[in-house]
């Protein structure tokens, strides 16, 4: 399978920033951006879905992080 | 109070008016005691000019010091021009040593800092790889020129991408001062598998023209990315077979000796690496050959 070539890439691209966006403005509910999130499946590759979403939590739980601070959690394995 | 002398010496009249004054005024303030002690000072500076009136001529030998002190405003004093050139002359001796010094400091500074790099050693083991042209290439093709060597992989989501067009347009803004020397861009790739000459030429050639990739055996890669340090991990496969791989994400610039030089993350824009990369260039030597250190 060849890497998608740059157009593609800004396809995809593309696709991920408006799904990114309905998200933000329906307050991260999937439910009701099902239809771009079929979009930018179709216009993706599956790796790059599963990375850009890993990326999305990141960059949530980042945001948390500068605005909340670091809680620690509290069922920790190790001591 | 007053220094010792004073009172051995016939006291002018003039003394004697300015310390009744200061009796009467007595004890007002700080400031009133200031100007006092001020004119004082100055009628004391009088009363050394008219000392010649008292000392007999010529001056017998205890009288010496102090006429000779008198004795300033009779003789003339050294001319201007050779003061000048006298205190010309001390500056431009300590400018001089202050030049050296600073020099010797600056080599020292560098035989250190060379030291170090070589200790540190990144980047000096050799790589060998193949072009997308199918010629095999060491570090040695490279020497005498300037590399900005960026590792990575074609099916890169995001990251690579975004890297190499800055690595892109950083080269361009080199490119466009004519005295800076060559300067070579590189992609390595992290994945051989998939990244063979043919997909390498396909990807690289949305990016600056002169961007040579390299590709090669896995055993190859690996050697080459063990000796800059880079973390390469491939991702489990889907059902696809598609697979990320998990890398440093790093430019490394290496000077024309081979040494490694500097190497900037995802957080330096392309103005920034220019700068840098022309910063490195300006301060660069070359270096002697290993053995003559």
């Not at chain 1, 890497?3 to 800004?10: D, G, H, L, Q, V």
């Not at chain 1, 979009?39 to 948390?64: G, I, M, N, T």
């Not at chain 2, 590792?151 to 989501?157: E, K, L, M, R, V």
């Not at chain 2, 993350?265 to 030597?285: C, L, Q, W």
Request: glycine share 6%; with cysteine.
């Amino acid at each position: 399978m060849a890497a998608p070539t740059m157009e593609e890439r800004k396809a995809c691209w593309g696709a991920r920033d408006e799904f990114w966006q309905c998200l933000d403005s329906h307050g991260d509910d999937a439910a009701k951006c099902e239809k771009l999130r079929r979009a930018f499946e179709s216009r993706c590759p599956q790796q790059w879905v599963k990375h850009f979403d890993k990326r999305r939590d990141f960059l949530k739980y980042k945001k948390k992080l500068e605005t909340e601070g670091y809680h620690p959690p509290e069922a920790a394995g190790k001591s | 109070m007053w220094p010792r002398p004073f009172p051995r010496w016939p006291r002018p009249s003039r003394y004697f008016r300015l310390r009744r004054r200061r009796r009467g005024s007595g004890g007002g303030g700080r400031r009133s005691q200031v100007s006092g002690r001020r004119s004082q000072l100055r009628v004391m500076l009088r009363c050394l000019r008219s000392i010649p009136r008292l000392c007999p001529a010529p001056c017998p030998s205890r009288c010496l010091p102090r006429c000779r002190l008198s004795a300033a405003p009779d003789t003339p004093p050294l001319p201007l021009r050779r003061r000048l050139a006298v205190a010309g002359a001390a500056a431009g001796a300590a400018a001089a040593i202050w030049l050296y010094l600073r020099h010797e400091k600056e080599q020292r500074q560098r035989s250190r800092r060379l030291a170090e790099l070589r200790r540190v050693a990144l980047g000096q083991g050799d790589f060998h790889l193949r072009d997308t042209a199918g010629v095999e290439r060491s570090k040695a093709d490279f020497l005498g020129r300037w590399v900005l060597l960026y590792f990575g992989f074609t099916h890169c989501p995001d990251v690579c991408p975004e890297e190499l067009q800055k690595l892109s347009r950083a080269v361009e803004l080199l490119e466009r001062d004519p005295a800076l020397p060559p300067l070579q861009p590189l992609f390595v790739t992290v994945d051989p598998e998939r990244d063979n000459a043919a997909a390498l030429l396909r990807y690289l050639r949305d990016f600056h023209p002169r961007l040579l990739g390299l590709t090669g055996t896995t055993e190859q890669v690996r050697a080459a990315a063990r000796a800059f340090r880079v973390y390469v991990s491939a991702g489990p496969r889907d059902a696809d077979g598609d697979y990320v791989v998990d890398h440093s994400v790093l430019t490394f610039l290496v000077d024309p000796d081979g040494f490694f030089r500097d190497c900037y993350g995802r957080s330096r824009t392309a103005e920034e690496m220019a700068r840098s990369v022309r910063a490195h260039m300006d301060a660069y030597e070359p270096l002697p050959p290993a053995g003559e250190e």
